[in-house]
């Protein structure tokens, strides 16, 4: 007889304080997830020149790290299911850092692309695993502020990667870059054994038995994406995604090798990824604030008009270093919002047993675009295309996003009613 139990402990969830240790653990997780996402991007003009091959030869390797983080995002709903979220959280931490040790020792594009590979596959499972278990052990009330929040580390990732990146490679070269993301990650993965509790255990619930478990994997499927009255929102969402990644990777892929083009040395170069991290906290800090009065698809209306503002006036700036580097900062604010923003209505949108599932569903449509990405922008740049006409192609899918997400909030939006008619359930945020 599970419905009592089930109920008595999502109350007691709901009622309780933030969890604060959950929160704080899952939230370190994602941030080295997001250092070592961008780690070979700004490592690339070091890399080109100390191979002696042009930056474009890395393509296949930016590009196929994001094949390995999309695997990691659609394996992750049913494996959370069968094995539990902290499982898979640990085990994913394992994973990307055995890969950017292993990394760190490449001496070809070969081995480079197949060890980014792999640790992709560990990047991809941590995000949804971490948003569901933090979610998941924390008031439902505080749901989605929580999924800005946990989500918000891969920002934090980007900035503390593009700030020590300009030190650690010009005093010990790009190898650093991935020691460093590894020796953080093996003092982390204690921590998360002892810290990290198991899901049910904290909310009071018994193990699940066999047929239990079955019924938690059938909960987990895609399928579930697609019943009546989601169907739309999930496509929706899935194409918002696709294209705020692509833009998002063509920048943090190439962002310090186009910044070259305006005069910044390969050591100075990574700045341009530390901006779009500070950018993207901000972003963050205002996805949170505004969810606190607004709904989440009127803020990323906001948040991806003020992507496209600051894309147009960086393809007309000059050699300006600072103001260049606060324009792309603004446009980390509006991409990156996008991105943490997609993921919060993921967690909102669907019950708590399909959240894992439709967080790494939606998170993985971006990694198709962050594939495709990296793919574009290398082009651009073999074929000598200006900076400038490049950030204005960026302007394209940032405005069908644009559009996408205002049909989202518009079929979201809670419907006015006449008085005879009876109340509606109030739609996700």
């Not at 094949?67 to 094995?83: D, E, H, K, S, T």
């Not at 696709?242 to 083009?261: A, E």
Request: proline share 6%.
């Amino acid at each position: 007889m599970r419905g009592p139990n089930t109920t008595s402990s999502t109350s007691r969830t709901d009622e309780a304080a933030p969890n604060w240790p959950v929160l704080v653990l899952t939230f370190v997780a994602v941030v080295l997830d997001g250092y070592d996402t961008i780690a070979l991007g700004l490592s690339v003009p070091a890399l080109a020149k100390d191979w002696d091959v042009a930056p474009s030869h890395f393509t296949p390797a930016l590009s196929l790290t994001s094949v390995g983080v999309a695997l990691g995002y659609l394996a992750c709903g049913r494996i959370v299911a069968r094995f539990g979220a902290r499982r898979v959280v640990l085990a994913a931490v394992v994973v990307f850092t055995v890969g950017s040790l292993l990394t760190a020792f490449a001496s070809t594009i070969t081995e480079l692309t197949a060890l980014r590979v792999l640790t992709g596959l560990g990047l991809g499972a941590v995000l949804p695993a971490a948003v569901s278990h933090a979610t998941a052990l924390n008031p439902a009330r505080l749901r989605q502020s929580i999924a800005v929040f946990v989500t918000m580390g891969i920002s934090l990732g980007a900035l503390i990667a593009g700030v020590l990146g300009t030190r650690l490679i010009g005093a010990f070269g790009w190898e650093s870059v991935f020691l460093v993301g590894a020796a953080a990650s093996a003092v982390l993965l204690p921590l998360l054994w002892i810290g990290l509790p198991d899901g049910r255990a904290a909310v009071g619930e018994p193990a699940p038995a066999a047929a239990a478990t079955a019924s938690a994997v059938r909960e987990a499927s895609v399928a579930r994406l697609f019943d009546p009255g989601l169907r739309s929102r999930t496509l929706l969402l899935w194409g918002f995604s696709f294209l705020m990644f692509t833009v998002y990777y063509v920048f943090s892929s190439w962002l310090p090798t186009l910044l070259t083009s305006y005069g910044f040395s390969a050591g100075l170069a990574p700045l341009g990824s530390a901006a779009l991290g500070v950018g993207s906290i901000v972003g963050a800090a205002v996805l949170m604030i505004g969810a606190l009065r607004f709904r989440m698809s009127s803020v990323l209306l906001v948040t991806t008009s003020l992507a496209i503002v600051f894309l147009v006036v960086s393809a007309f700036l000059g050699p300006d270093k600072v103001l260049l580097l606060i324009v792309f900062g603004g446009v980390g604010l509006g991409i990156q919002a996008g991105m943490i923003g997609q993921t919060a209505l993921s967690v909102s949108m669907y019950p708590q047993g399909t959240a894992t599932t439709a967080v790494g569903w939606s998170a993985s449509m971006g990694r198709l675009g962050s594939v495709v990405g990296p793919v574009v922008g290398g082009a651009l740049i073999g074929l000598g295309v200006p900076t400038g006409t490049i950030v204005l192609v960026a302007c394209v899918p940032v405005l069908a996003a644009l559009v996408l997400i205002a049909v989202l909030g518009w079929i979201t939006a809670p419907k006015t009613l006449s008085k005879s008619a009876p109340p509606a359930v109030p739609a996700g945020r």
